[in-house]
């Protein structure tokens, strides 16, 4: 088992990570000029979680997440231009443009897709390791959530079985500090919200969510255990949402202070930080500057594309002449 990133993956995760960045930045202005359809999550100072996370699993493992997912989709390994033709309901979508943002998919990537429902990622990714188990497959799940999610009873239920029957799957705690509006400490009777994985009698490790290596190191680890057979564990990333709960968010209840604070250890700036040693500042700006390039082609090409074309089953049409 390698506990931790090789330079190389230290870089790809910093890579993915500024390219999540510049797609809810690029996001978030689209929004301003009314070009998106509804609010979008985004995930601004929250992307080292969901790429670090998903930078050990395997092709044959499986994922799910949340409506806020987009660092899931692409650590992962969805390409960028297909999320975001999604995102805009495009017919080059990775859904074909019928799923939007919150829902975005791609089986072959092992990725199950976000989930608008509060919670529901966590039955699901259970459900898929008790298929890895019942088949045989050596494989694990990974179920991404927020620390609103877990309050809901599905996450009592979901993790009572996998701890029960053992089951090959990982639980991501993105704990961004709010469920909606509301602080982790009014919704939460207790701080450490991973300390309740005792009572399941599984492993748990409260890692900083701004740190990738930590991520990679923590999740990395558990992942093994449920490889061998160990069953489930789960690991509390302490991280930040710098923007509101979505682009329709009025705001008001972050304080400047804390949003500051957090800014401060942006999770890129630590790991730029950690690479510019090993790199060297030449490759990063390099790095940079292809990402940024990178994303904006694929905004520049997904608006361009196609929208669905819908046709009606006149078999089914009440209004056709057959009826």
């Known amino acids: 088992m390698k506990n931790t990133p090789s330079v190389e993956e230290h870089l790809e995760i910093y890579r993915k990570m500024l390219m999540v960045r510049h797609l809810e930045?690029?996001?978030?202005?689209?929004?301003?000029?009314?070009?998106?359809?509804?609010?979008?999550?985004?995930?601004?100072?929250?992307?080292?979680?969901?790429?670090a996370a998903t930078a050990v699993l395997e092709a044959g493992d499986k994922v799910t997440t949340t409506h806020r997912g987009h660092a899931v989709y692409?650590?992962?390994?969805?390409?960028?231009?297909?999320?975001?033709?999604?995102?805009?309901?495009?017919?080059?979508?990775?859904c074909a443009g019928r799923a939007g943002h919150m829902l975005v998919a791609d089986v072959e990537k092992g990725v199950i897709g976000g989930n608008a429902i509060v919670g529901a990622g966590i039955p699901a990714a259970t459900g898929m390791a008790l298929s890895m188990q019942v088949m045989g497959q050596p494989n694990v799940a990974m179920c991404v959530f927020g620390d609103g999610?877990?309050?809901?009873?599905?996450?009592?239920?979901?993790?009572?079985?996998?701890?029960?029957?053992?089951?090959?799957?990982?639980f991501v705690l993105e704990h961004n500090q709010f469920g909606l509006t509301v602080p982790s400490d009014v919704q939460s009777s207790v701080k450490d919200i991973?300390?309740?994985?005792?009572?399941?009698?599984?492993?748990?490790?409260?890692?900083?969510?701004?740190?990738?290596?930590?991520?990679?190191?923590?999740?990395?680890?558990?992942?093994?255990?449920?490889?061998?057979?160990?069953?489930?564990?789960?690991?509390?990333?302490?991280?930040?949402?710098?923007?509101?709960?979505?682009?329709?968010?009025?705001?008001?209840?972050?304080?400047?202070?804390?949003?500051?604070?957090?800014?401060?250890?942006?999770?890129?700036?630590?790991?730029?930080?950690?690479?510019?040693?090993?790199?060297?500042?030449?490759?990063?700006?390099?790095v940079e500057a292809k990402a940024k390039a990178e994303v904006d082609e694929a905004f520049a090409t997904a608006l361009s594309d196609p929208m669905p074309q819908f046709a009606i089953d006149e078999a089914c049409n009440p209004y056709s002449e057959a009826h």
């Open 194 to 286: 991973s300390i309740r994985a005792a009572g399941y009698g599984m492993p748990s490790e409260i890692v900083d969510g701004n740190d990738a290596v930590a991520i990679y190191r923590a999740v990395g680890a558990m992942a093994e255990r449920a490889r061998r057979c160990e069953g489930p564990g789960m690991i509390e990333c302490k991280t930040y949402r710098l923007e509101g709960f979505s682009t329709s968010d009025m705001g008001g209840y972050q304080t400047a202070e804390e949003i500051a604070a957090w800014k401060a250890r942006d999770p890129l700036k630590i790991s730029r930080d950690a690479l510019v040693a090993d790199v060297g500042e030449t490759k990063l700006a390099e």
């Open 149 to 170: 999610a877990a309050q809901t009873g599905i996450c009592h239920e979901a993790m009572n079985i996998a701890a029960l029957w053992k089951l090959p799957v990982v």
């Open 74 to 94: 692409i650590g992962k390994g969805m390409k960028m231009r297909p999320v975001i033709a999604e995102i805009f309901g495009r017919e080059t979508g990775a």
């Open 25 to 51: 930045e690029g996001l978030g202005a689209l929004h301003k000029e009314g070009r998106t359809r509804g609010p979008i999550h985004r995930c601004d100072g929250q992307e080292a979680v969901g790429i």
